[in-house]
């Protein structure tokens, strides 16, 4: 890592001036970040860029007063890399089918708008959310195409050192690292941070589990210690059973797909007596306190929140009104639904979608996300295992249905990483010479 950080001082002193400028002398940042971005993109340094864009999705997720300017500049640096794409269109020579699929999707998303109480919002974040499915897989392509060590090496690095400044937060500024006795780190709430850690475990594994000799064991086991110890700070209990799901999937999967699908009925068949027993079970391994087992039957306010979404679904089955309609429908009985116990959205990617697409969009974006996975299947043991852990993670959290947090470009990134795997293989047959006899 040091030495990546020493031939790559410069990112690192871009940023450290994005957040000077952002906490210290917030009007100069809205020049000094677009300014970078062109320069950036005028050197073809398309690695720089992309690792920018997650750094500051990162730190906009904050919930310090400090750290307002990351949320406004994230979605600027996110339009303006769109600007660059659809004006630059020759630097992409790269074919990104990946947001085929959802196509339907997007069309319903956009005819849905003119039933939304929140029009420019909701149009504001339809655009972001096409946008982030079809653009960003092109850059992600690209440097996975052009220059996949440096790119991959660079994420990690970065996160890897976020992570790491979360821990000095815990000394330096205390009251910022915590929320309510939970670790949060850089984040803006500990779910959050633990979200961020689920797409990062995974990216991880895959990249290395792929490409060995990317990063010496020692830089791999602390790595992976830095993630877990961040896990088990977080105390997320979501981030813990996906993280699980995804590993474990994965080592089945990697022995048989046969073995795979037969844990997938046995966990299917079990699945209720577990959930139903699981006090106990945490009981008896002494962990009721760590992961708030009292909490479970309650779903920590969840279920307020799940049955009230579902009540609503009921008057906009078939239709939603709309991308942000969720946001908005709950933020109109915020008050309620504090005296319940509940605070924020429906914590649960697919009612969110359900609210605001209806049982239509919700069908047709399942469609786009399962064709996704089961044709990576195809290549790779890791997309099952990645599907299930995401299907696990996206209910308890509505993390899906948004554009501009960590985690979906995380997942575009993993589905790109796969996609060009599928692009290498066809081009090394395509070269391969004809055997004739």
């Not at 689920?198 to 589990?209: E, G, H, L, R």
Request: proline fraction near 3%; charge should be neutral; aromatic fraction near 18%.
């Amino acid at each position: 890592m040091t030495e990546y950080l020493r031939q790559h001082y410069q990112l690192l002193v871009m940023i450290l001036i994005w957040v000077l400028a952002g906490v210290y002398i917030t009007p100069l940042c809205f020049a000094v970040i677009p300014l970078s971005v062109i320069l950036l993109k005028m050197r073809n340094m398309y690695t720089e860029l992309l690792i920018g864009m997650i750094v500051l999705m990162v730190l906009a997720d904050s919930w310090q007063d400090s750290m307002d300017w990351a949320s406004d500049l994230r979605n600027i640096y996110f339009f303006m890399l769109a600007f660059l794409f659809a004006f630059n269109q020759k630097q992409f020579p790269y074919r990104n089918r990946l947001f085929y699929p959802f196509i339907p999707f997007f069309i319903l998303a956009a005819v849905l708008l003119f039933r939304s109480p929140v029009f420019t919002t909701s149009a504001m974040k339809t655009v972001s959310f096409v946008l982030s499915y079809s653009i960003l897989p092109f850059y992600f392509i690209k440097v996975l195409h052009e220059d996949r060590d440096r790119f991959i090496k660079g994420i990690v690095y970065a996160i890897t050192l976020l992570l790491v400044y979360g821990f000095v937060m815990m000394f330096a500024f205390p009251d910022a690292a915590y929320l309510i006795g939970r670790y949060r780190g850089v984040m803006g709430n500990p779910n959050s941070l633990g979200m961020l850690c689920q797409v990062f475990f995974a990216f991880f594994t895959i990249v290395t589990t792929e490409n060995k000799d990317l990063f010496p064991r020692r830089e791999r086991m602390i790595i992976y210690g830095l993630i877990f110890l961040t896990v088990l700070m977080t105390n997320s209990r979501n981030t813990i059973f996906t993280i699980l799901i995804f590993y474990g999937f994965y080592r089945f999967f990697r022995v048989s797909y046969l073995v795979g699908f037969v844990l997938i009925i046995v966990l299917a068949l079990v699945n209720h007596l577990v959930i139903s027993n699981l006090p106990l079970i945490l009981g008896a391994l002494g962990l009721t306190e760590y992961l708030r087992a009292e909490t479970l039957e309650e779903g920590s306010g969840r279920l307020v929140a799940w049955e009230f979404a579902w009540n609503q679904i009921q008057y906009n089955f078939y239709f939603g009104k709309g991308i942000e309609y969720e946001g908005w429908i709950f933020s109109q009985y915020s008050e309620q639904l504090a005296m319940k116990g509940h605070i924020g959205n429906s914590h649960n990617s697919w009612l969110a979608m359900w609210l605001n697409t209806g049982l239509v969009g919700l069908i047709l974006f399942l469609y786009g996300y399962f064709y996704r996975f089961v044709t990576f299947a195809k290549h790779t043991y890791f997309a099952l295992p990645l599907m299930y852990a995401i299907l696990f993670s996206a209910t308890f959290e509505a993390w899906l249905i948004g554009s501009l947090n960590i985690t979906v470009p995380f997942m575009l990134m993993m589905w790109s990483y796969f996609e060009v795997q599928i692009q290498d293989e066809h081009s090394t047959k395509a070269s391969s010479p004809i055997n004739l006899h």
